[in-house]
């Protein structure tokens, strides 16, 4: 049992070009999440879905696409990338979203530097 | 707004006394608080979390926090640190406002401890 597996660990872009990171859970969640983490600000949400076949914004959208790609995989694509979004990156998930009761459960996190 | 804080950015403690990492929130609805750590280059994990009863509740790794409603605070205590506590430490409050339910970050505490 995995939990919630990230890929790639670290990467760095250029400004301007595109890249895609993975989020993968076993745990049968229906909900995932991704986050970024930056120094001072805490985590803030970047999107979520909910269920299978859904995504919703989150407080910080702009820039970034989603695609849950099934219950399990919840990808997060930088279509041009730029220095703004150097960050820390999560992808977390939960057995249900709306429920505040459920516990989070977070992945290793991506570091990406955009140059 | 609803908002969580984190008043101490960074906390140095020595090894074996005791710490208090301080969390307020602001909201006049029901909400549900959690403590999540997050070791060096690692995911967050959660620590404890309150959502009903007794206001003392006990997570892991010998931590505790106390919900005082009318202060709006739900501090987390560790009565004697080890060294394996370094870590950042967010609180996080999951307000449900119909319609508007999320998860919320404070900025984070950064628990050193010193031998």
């Known amino acids: 049992n995995a939990g919630v597996t990230q890929t790639p660990k670290f990467q760095v872009l250029k400004t301007g070009q595109s890249m895609t990171l993975q989020c993968a859970q076993d745990m049968n969640h229906n909900s995932m999440y991704w986050y970024r983490q930056d120094p001072g600000m805490g985590l803030r949400l970047i999107y979520y879905s909910a269920s299978e076949g859904t995504t919703d914004k989150g407080e910080v959208p702009n820039g970034y696409n989603v695609s849950r790609l099934n219950k399990r995989e919840f990808s997060l694509r930088l279509e041009s990338a730029a220095p703004s979004q150097t960050s820390v990156y999560f992808c977390?998930?939960?057995?249900?979203?709306?429920?505040?009761?459920?516990?989070?459960?977070f992945g290793p996190g991506t570091r990406l530097t955009v140059l | 707004a609803q908002s969580v804080t984190q008043l101490d950015s960074q906390v140095p403690v020595f090894e074996e006394a005791p710490v208090e990492l301080r969390c307020n929130y602001s909201s006049s609805v029901s909400v549900y608080l959690f403590w999540y750590v997050q070791y060096p280059n690692q995911g967050l994990q959660l620590l404890l979390k309150?959502?009903?009863?007794?206001?003392l509740v006990k997570g892991i790794n010998g931590f505790e926090a106390e919900f005082n409603k009318s202060q709006t605070s739900f501090h987390l205590r560790k009565p004697s640190v080890h060294i394996s506590d370094t870590a950042e430490y967010f609180c996080a409050v999951f307000i449900s406002n119909f319609g508007n339910e999320k998860l919320t970050f404070g900025t984070g505490t950064r628990l050193t401890i010193i031998p």
């Open positions: 309150y959502l009903s009863g007794s206001t």
């Open positions: 977390a998930s939960s057995r249900l979203t709306g429920e505040g009761t459920d516990t989070q459960y």
